[in-house]
């Protein structure tokens, strides 16, 4: 966008004979604060999950390679559209050396124990999980509670694997 901004103009300001506050380029760097506005829209943040980053940042990009064809630069534009296509597609390949971890909702149905909680952390803690929310509900009288845990595993953690490091007791019911 800087490109654009220095270089595409050029033949429109000689055009316009030195008329006082007359720079196209503005219209270029209004577009950008603009979309950035609209893209700060689609960022949303809940409870510890950040979501719309990407998609910010794709709309922030298209304008960029919209207002760059626009202008007649037509190789940075196409350039940048290969790139951009060529990123996003590499990043949504499903590489496990590009997620190192992946989020989870842990689920524990019907436990009596006093110091569940304790003994979860310790054992997920123990392989490298990290616990990001806690959610617990008593649902009867006698002590018993279900729990909901919001997860960071490594990637290369199957959900079988997660539920059996937690699973000791009989009664006590996990899942992903």
Known sequence: MMILSKYSFLDLSEEIGGIRGADPSRIAAQVVSGIGFLGA????????????????AGVWTTAGIGMAIGAGMYLAGGAATVIVVIVQTVLHLNIPLLKKTSTKTLSIYDVHEENYQKHIADKLKEHGIVIHYVSIRKIRNDNARNYKLSIEAPYSMNEDEIVSLIEYDAEIKANL
Request: zero cysteines; glycine letters at 12%.
């Open 41 to 56: 829209g689609m960022i949303f943040v809940h409870k510890n999950t950040i979501t719309g980053l990407t998609t910010a």
